[in-house]
């Protein structure tokens, strides 16, 4: 389709295709089949969402479990054994099963509708990085029927999400349990880089006529960081596991101590994944930030291109920090002080946006729908977040405070405070672009409020235990520690939580079938994505957009007031 | 307030309550740390709670604010000034971190080497040819006699990590590789800690417990442990309800006697030539019936009892098991029931335990217990 | 969709963006180099440490002929590229030809090479830490090289089929770039392993 000059514009209602009404499905088989072999992005963005919400309830499953167990010491509800494995399971559900496809369907969602393209670049490889992805987490399940353990429970992973060797060696693991982890893992890393690929080639290659690298709206920009992050950051797992499998299976001794293999190596091969893969968890959520909260101020958002510069900055110093994780093991002064100075460099720009993001709200109109209250929720537990981040960076400090619930209260605060929350955020937002519906608004509020309770009373009160010496990954403890109130306190908070989550799951369900009609634009916003139909068309627009500044909506909404005077 | 009611806990591991140098030092860059992100935190949540108070909109309202898309003179005030917080921060740890990590080893220093198995911890002093398990002992190092504990850490299977909150950060424990750390206890005392670093099934029950003696107190222990243990006469009676006695100052009546007095005390000289073997169970529980069924089972393949045949590396040393109050790293309390126990099935007190069931008789158990409890 | 009058579009002539074959093929080969980036880390890392033989300096002859033809597969690649940019069918054909040829005796170069350390030096993956560290980044580069060959080969029967045209050049240009790195692995690959590493 050419691009078209229109007469001046009347409105968005005169742009949308009212002819883009689906034809009638047809049987549920075909129905089924229409999804399975789909290439549309928008379609495997909601494929992604709903995976990672299912292994969502999943892995908070297992974090119930791991509750109970500990709500008193030398409980016996689970043996040593299964938790080991519920907690293996927990943290590797929900980074790669629940984290990665969550957001990569976002991003498969939105950014060829924020740029005005048609599609992915590459649909079909989107179509099988899903697959491999789906199926690298139906064989990681797999693991707890499959085969038999060396105790017969099962072969779930049981060497923790990090996987350190040399537990993971066949010495030491003679079951299959690292195996189930490293094969799982890796193919779901080859479907995480076959997205990266996309969405980068999507974001240089396929934007509309008009959309200067200046002009892009945010959420693109931190998608292709994350990308960036994504290629640079999994191949070293995905080497580190491969070189796994070679001493498990072919004899090799690359984390063999008795050859003279090392056990540090693996730690410095896994952090350098896993220190950037925190950051392509949260750039996700900093997108949605960029997004949502501009639009519940009224305002632009404020200092776009520090933003950018700070995102991307983020993404680089990102990769530079890794041993941060490995304070305690060994390295010389020197290196401890080169990884302190690192990763406090990296608050500089995560604060710039932070910052940022204030002035954003400042000299607004801030309205208060369900997607603004995750997102001030987000804003203030982002602080903290940081803030015991830096705690942790202060290498001297950090050889108490590494392994213990300090550690695990700081990462679920990043996680679940910021991520989860700005993923409610996000999915309470472009829901109704998604399905043409709005989530019910009072739901939203119990879903809100039930949360912020309960997250505030797990991971502010986790904190504690970690100062007073319990160490994490533990399946029980013991009760003269005084420890036990405090994790029966943390444990009560995840049942809060999980009744939050039940309520929110009601909602998605409840308001597809009897939601209220969205409309193109429910939230008044500014962005390409709302100039189209709710949900859009297969072909996403019905006209290719050109465009003249980052809000082209706002400049057909205020064209007395256009930003593409300002550019 | 509820870090009050943990502190007040009979067994303190809180990383506040500090009992040497390196814990101290890292506590006061702590409280520093604390301090400027209390004050940052403080601060930026404040001006988020005036923003999203001050500027709600108001009902009705449908008009946007002026639109403001930036300023460079706010952003470099921003960047610059935490810069300038970072480099505090960045060379107050520096410091810190410098002067603990790279402390010089005094030559009256105390040479400590831990080993971490799974799930239990190994503790040799090479300088008094001491070897022992799960319970460190280490004087008392004040101002005027310091003697601070200077210690090279490895790992005999997998990865730990040696944590003791009140005597300083913890120290990862690999193998294939020497970690060093140092502490100069200034109060006696007990203080517990466990392994940081997941290192498999019984992880959670790799506890630590550190004694502080005073010098005196140490010396004793030291000398102790460095007493040998004897191989007792060996064997006792013969088969089943037969009169044959072999053992010269056992002092039986024969047949079935359970003599718990008649034990040989530990430090007679082995007597030899009055052996014969055993070509059944023996009767009696006593040590030398036990610790004939220790040597001659396998529980030498894995034990040393100094001065006996009993040489093995790979479980822990227990020449002198009884000096201790607890076994299984820490998990079971010392006494006869529990080590009965232990001995008849590891795995009921410990699943996961590297230990195995020997599946001795009771008799056995019993006999091969009270030849332990003669390990003081 | 409503657009904006084309007139504000301030003196964009033409919209040019990259394209995406050059692109995609760019984030692939970030990617694969963070992967070998590794295992020569594991490499350089592990050199010395062998608790036992045979050793680097024992064992490893440089192999010149093989590099030369890889390494010199990649000027033909290029006259190849050059030939299917002006429509010369037969040239590209040919200069095509030569590269998979060449890539082939490196490939056939190696695996003797391989034979030799496996049967006469009894060096293996699980012989010690050098095995595991040789097989390992040599046969990672390896299995690039037969995939780049088996793509090649794929080409060059659309070829030899007369299904390439002057228009798939930029296809041609893609997977060559997938070739040049391949080389440019195996230069880093030589140096660590015959230079460094002897």
Not at chain 2, 61 to 86: A, K, N, R
Not at chain 2, 120 to 146: C, G, I, M
Request: hydrophobic share 50%; proline share 6%.
């Amino acid at each position: 389709m050419g691009t078209e000059s229109m007469p001046a514009p009347q409105g968005i209602e005169t742009a949308v295709d009212r002819t883009a009404v689906v034809s009638r499905p047809g049987t549920y088989l075909e129905l089924i089949h229409s999804w399975i072999v789909t290439v549309d992005h928008k379609r495997l963005g909601i494929l992604y969402i709903c995976y990672a919400l299912v292994f969502l309830l999943v892995a908070g499953t297992e974090a119930l479990l791991i509750r109970i167990q500990l709500f008193y010491p030398h409980n016996d509800f689970v043996s040593p054994f299964t938790f080991n494995r519920l907690f293996t399971m927990h943290g590797t559900t929900m980074v790669f099963l629940v984290g990665m496809p969550i957001l990569f369907g976002f991003g498969n969602y939105l950014v060829p509708l924020m740029i005005g393209a048609r599609d992915m670049a590459f649909p079909r490889l989107n179509a099988f990085s899903f697959w491999i992805s789906a199926f690298a987490g139906l064989l990681l399940y797999y693991s707890f029927i499959g085969g038999v353990g060396l105790y017969g429970t099962g072969s779930a992973p049981d060497v923790a999400w990090f996987a350190y060797a040399p537990l993971t060696e066949r010495p030491f693991s003679p079951g299959h349990s690292t195996d189930y982890w490293a094969v799982a893992i890796l193919a779901n890393g080859i479907g995480s880089i076959g997205t990266a690929i996309n969405i980068l080639a999507t974001f240089f290659c396929m934007r509309c006529k008009g959309m200067t690298l200046s002009r892009i709206p945010l959420l693109p920009w931190l998608y292709a960081t994350m990308s960036f992050l994504v290629l640079v950051a999994v191949s070293p797992l995905t080497a580190a596991q491969a070189m796994l499998l070679i001493d498990r299976y072919l004899g090799g001794h690359f984390f063999d101590t008795q050859m003279g293999g090392s056990a540090i190596l693996w730690a410095h091969f896994f952090w350098i994944f896993g220190h950037p893969e925190v950051y392509v968890l949260v750039l996700p959520a900093f997108a949605f930030a960029n997004e949502i909260i501009p639009v519940f101020s009224r305002k632009a958002i404020f200092g776009y291109p520090a933003m950018v510069a700070a995102s991307v900055g983020i993404g680089f110093i990102s990769l530079g920090v890794w041993a941060h994780h490995m304070f305690t093991i060994g390295m010389t002064s020197f290196g401890n002080a080169f990884f302190t100075l690192s990763t406090m460099l990296v608050s500089i720009p995560t604060g710039i946006k932070t910052f940022n993001w204030l002035a954003t709200l400042w000299g607004g109109k801030i309205r208060f729908a369900t997607p603004m209250l995750f997102s001030i929720a987000f804003l203030f537990q982002w602080v903290i977040a940081g803030l015991t981040g830096i705690m942790l960076s202060v290498s001297a400090w950090n050889w108490q405070l590494h392994n213990s619930y300090f550690v695990v209260a700081h990462f679920h605060y990043v996680l679940v405070g910021a991520i989860v929350f700005m993923i409610f955020a996000a999915i309470y937002y472009w829901y109704p672009k998604m399905t043409g519906r709005m989530l019910d608004d009072r739901l939203g509020k119990w879903h809100f409020w039930l949360m912020v309770i309960g997250f505030h009373v797990t991971f502010d009160v986790m904190h504690f235990p970690g100062l007073l010496g319990m160490p994490r990954q533990i399946f029980t403890y013991e009760p003269d520690r005084g420890w036990t109130l405090l994790n029966q306190i943390v444990s009560v908070g995840g049942f809060i939580q999980g009744i939050a989550v039940l309520i929110f799951v009601y909602n998605m369900v409840h308001s597809y079938f009897r939601g209220v009609e969205a409309g193109p634009d429910p939230w008044d916003a500014w962005t390409l994505e709302w100039s189209t139909t709710s949900p859009p068309p297969a072909y996403n627009f019905v006209v290719d957009p050109v465009v003249a500044s980052r809000r082209p909506l706002w400049d057909l909404k205020h064209p007395e007031d256009p930003d593409s005077a300002f550019e | 307030m509820i870090c009050a009611c943990a502190w007040s806990a009979p067994s303190s591991t809180s990383i506040f309550s500090n009992k040497t140098t390196p814990a101290h030092e890292l506590n006061d860059l702590s409280m520093f740390v604390l301090g400027i992100t209390g004050l940052i935190y403080v601060g930026v949540s404040s001006l988020l709670v005036y923003a999203i108070v001050k500027f709600r909109a108001r009902k009705g309202d449908t008009t946007e604010p002026p639109q403001v898309f930036g300023s460079m003179q706010i952003e470099l005030s921003w960047t610059i000034i935490p810069i300038l917080i970072i480099v505090v921060l960045f060379l107050t740890t520096a410091r810190v971190l410098f002067s603990v990590q790279d402390a010089q080893k005094p030559a009256y220093a105390l040479d400590v080497i831990v080993v971490g198995h799974q799930f239990w911890w190994e503790f040799r002093y090479p300088q008094y040819n001491v070897v022992t398990a799960n319970e460190l002992h280490l004087p008392l190092s004040s101002k005027d006699a310091p003697r601070p504990a200077f210690m090279k850490l490895t790992s005999a299977d997998v990865m730990h990590s040696f944590w003791v909150p009140q005597l300083d950060g913890k120290t990862d424990v690999l193998p294939n590789r020497v970690n060093e750390m140092w502490i100069d206890p200034h109060e006696t005392g007990l203080y517990v800690g466990q392994c940081a670093q997941f290192c498999g099934a019984e992880h959670a029950k790799m506890l630590l417990r550190v004694y502080v003696d005073t010098p005196e107190q140490f010396k004793q222990w030291i000398a102790n442990q460095q007493r040998m243990q004897a191989e007792l006469t060996a064997v006792p009676v013969g088969p089943q309800g037969s009169a044959a006695q072999t053992a010269p100052n056992a002092g039986n009546q024969g047949g079935l006697v359970r003599t718990a007095t008649s034990k040989v005390p530990p430090n007679s000289p082995p007597t030899h030539g009055n052996v014969t073997p055993n070509t059944g169970e023996a009767q009696e529980i006593s040590a030398q019936a036990g610790q004939y069924v220790f040597e001659h089972e396998a529980c030498i393949s894995c034990h040393t009892v100094a001065g006996t045949v009993a040489t093995g590396r790979y479980g822990p040393d227990l020449t002198h098991l009884m000096s201790r109050d607890t076994i299984a790293s820490g998990a079971v309390p010392n006494t006869k029931e529990k080590l009965l126990a232990w001995i008849g099935d590891p795995n009921q007190l410990k699943p996961g335990s590297l230990m195995p069931a020997m599946h001795l008789s009771d008799r056995q158990n019993e006999q091969i217990t009270a030849y332990l409890m003669t390990l003081k | 969709m409503a657009t904006v009058p084309l007139e504000h579009v301030k003196g964009e002539g033409e919209w040019k963006l990259p394209s995406r074959g050059m692109v995609a093929m760019a984030c692939l080969i970030t990617a694969e180099s963070s992967i070998f980036l590794i295992f020569v880390v594991a490499y350089l890392y592990y050199l010395g440490r062998d608790v036992s033989g045979p050793y680097p300096k024992d064992v490893l002859e440089i192999p010149y002929f093989g590099t030369v033809c890889l390494l010199s597969s990649s000027g033909f690649i290029m006259l190849a590229e050059r030939a299917i940019e002006h429509a010369k069918m037969a040239a590209f054909r040919l200069w095509w030809g030569v590269t998979i040829l060449l890539g082939a005796i490196f490939l056939v170069d190696t695996g003797m090479e391989w034979h030799k350390l496996i049967v006469h030096d009894h060096l293996t993956i699980h012989t010690n830490l050098f095995g595991t560290c040789f097989y390992s980044l040599v046969g990672l580069h390896a299995s690039h090289v037969i995939i780049g060959m088996l793509m090649m080969l794929v080409t060059m029967g659309f070829a030899l089929t007369g299904h390439v045209r002057v228009e798939h050049s930029y296809r041609v240009k893609v997977l060559a770039l997938y070739w040049h790195f391949v080389d440019a692995v195996w230069v880093v690959v030589f140096t660590v392993v015959y230079v460094v590493g002897r």
